[in-house]
């Protein structure tokens, strides 16, 4: 249906009004400019025409005035010329006419143009003549015999074959303009439905995300603009619908994560409440009671780091790396000293200034730390290593654990990923820590790896980017 309001229909009125619109300029100019040239043409001719009677009828001026022949001359160069040729005498009285009867024979011809040629110039004028009902032309030219002049040339002729010529070509350029008018026309649908086509696919699949259906895509056929954002609606209808299942995803997992230290903790407590139980009993289930309750904390705490990562708040500070990894190990040793794992570390000479949040990457390293020990046996050992490069500052944790199995290593940093689901569990693991790890390092535009061999221990990198020197010196 017809709606101004369309892209569609606003397109195709546009431009059929402005091939219209040129098309009559065009063909206004065109028509003026051709009918100029006829005029001019028509009136060269009787110029040339009336100079050659003029040249030829001198003679017979000088002798006595034959008005028979010189009308006998006046309508051969009529005939010649298609028009009516009169000669006048010096005094203006008509002494030839190529018209003979009712010419004008003997009569003075008193006009403009005539008065023009006795002044020595070429006499011109274009009039309507109510007697033969069309436009004429006149031309006038003196005839002279040394300089003196003794009568004049007077040429008339009908417009009427330029005004046929003129008629057939506006017609032809109006029959032009409505052919134009119409392949612009039949055009203008088609783009506008080449380009307005694809948009209204892509609100009706817009319309459609909207109602919750998430899995659109649209069949994108162009590479023009249209076609780009078909192209971008596609991405971003898949990341959209990547991001709402992983969403999904992950709410289900905390659901689950959250499930089973509840239904522990809902045990003990019903087990305290509804059996009597010696005192040494009954501090076991509170000493499970505490470490439950401690696992909910630390799950709720990762998934607060998570969610402060998403919001991409990073409180910016600049400090040196190597002075927050000295920290760490200062306060991670005696647990690594309980454990009989050494805590082995290498710096380089040189500070390592970066920008970011303290806090936050001391909890990767923390991370880093722990898992380290948590995955390796007493005996082993695991050592730090700082480095840096060109702009950025490097750290490896290596240690001599259990290693991952090479199927494992592309899954390690999701969240929730765990190889070994008891293990981690018994060990207060939440499955978040290396996600929290790569999130980290990521949103301060690191990035991080690993290297890992089952049984024979895993090693963690992750980079950073450096502080210009100018703030290394200060
Ligand atoms: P978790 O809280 O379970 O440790 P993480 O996200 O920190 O969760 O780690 C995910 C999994 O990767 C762990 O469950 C463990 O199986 C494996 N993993 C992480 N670090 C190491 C390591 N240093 N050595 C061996 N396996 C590791």
Not at 41 to 64: K, P, T, Y
Not at 67 to 79: D, H, I, K, M
Not at 214 to 242: C, P, T, W
Not at 431 to 454: F, M, Q, R
Request: proline share 3%; charged share 25%.
């Amino acid at each position: 249906m017809f709606s101004f309001k369309s892209i569609r229909s606003r397109l195709t009125v546009t431009f059929l009004l402005t091939i219209l619109a040129v098309m009559l300029i065009v063909s206004f100019f065109l028509a003026q400019v051709l009918e100029r040239y006829h005029i001019k043409s028509l009136q060269d001719n009787l110029i040339r025409s009336g100079a050659l009677a003029g040249q030829f009828v001198e003679g017979h001026l000088l002798e006595e005035i034959d008005p028979v022949r010189l009308s006998w001359l006046a309508e051969n160069f009529g005939r010649q010329s298609d028009a009516r040729v009169i000669f006048v005498n010096e005094k203006g009285v008509v002494i030839g006419d190529s018209v003979r009867l009712g010419g004008l024979l003997g009569q003075p011809l008193d006009r403009e143009e005539i008065a023009a040629a006795f002044a020595g110039e070429t006499g011109f004028s274009i009039q309507y003549s109510e007697l033969s009902r069309q436009k004429v032309m006149q031309v006038a030219l003196p005839i002279d015999e040394d300089g003196e002049i003794i009568g004049a040339v007077f040429i008339s002729s009908s417009l009427q074959g330029i005004e046929t010529i003129m008629g057939g070509i506006r017609r032809l350029l109006l029959i032009t303009t409505l052919l134009a008018a119409a392949v612009a026309g039949a055009g203008s649908v088609f783009l506008a439905r080449r380009f307005t086509g694809p948009l209204e696919l892509l609100t009706e699949a817009a319309g459609r995300m909207a109602e919750g259906n998430l899995e659109q895509q649209i069949e994108v056929k162009s590479s023009d603009e249209i076609g780009r954002l078909a192209h971008r609606f596609n991405h971003m209808a898949e990341q959209l619908n990547y991001h709402t299942k992983n969403l999904r995803n992950f709410v289900a997992n905390v659901a689950h994560e959250l499930r089973t230290p509840l239904a522990s903790l809902s045990l003990i407590v019903k087990s305290l409440r509804d059996y009597e139980m010696e005192p040494e009993q009954q501090r076991e289930f509170l000493d499970d009671l505490d470490s439950e309750t401690e696992r909910l904390i630390a799950l709720v705490q990762d998934l607060l780091d998570l969610t402060t990562l998403e919001g991409g708040e990073i409180a910016y500070e600049q400090f040196p790396l190597d002075g927050l990894v000295r920290d760490l190990i200062r306060q991670v040793a005696p647990r690594f000293e309980r454990q009989n794992i050494r805590l082995l570390s290498d710096f380089p000479a040189e500070k390592l200034f970066i920008s970011g949040s303290w806090l936050q990457l001391r909890q990767v390293l923390q991370n880093l730390l722990d898992n380290a020990l948590k995955y390796s046996s007493s005996g082993g050992w695991v050592k730090i290593t700082l480095w840096s490069e060109e702009g950025a500052a490097g750290v490896k944790v290596e240690d001599t654990g259990c290693g991952i199995p090479e199927k494992d290593l592309p899954f390690i940093f999701e969240r929730f990923f765990r190889i070994d689901q008891a293990r981690s569990r018994e060990m207060g693991g939440t499955g978040l820590g290396l996600a929290i790890v790569k999130e980290t390092v990521e949103a301060h535009g690191g990035k991080v790896w690993v290297e890992s061999e089952e049984s024979q221990g895993s090693t963690f990198y992750f980079k950073l980017p450096l502080l210009s020197d100018d703030v290394n010196d200060s």
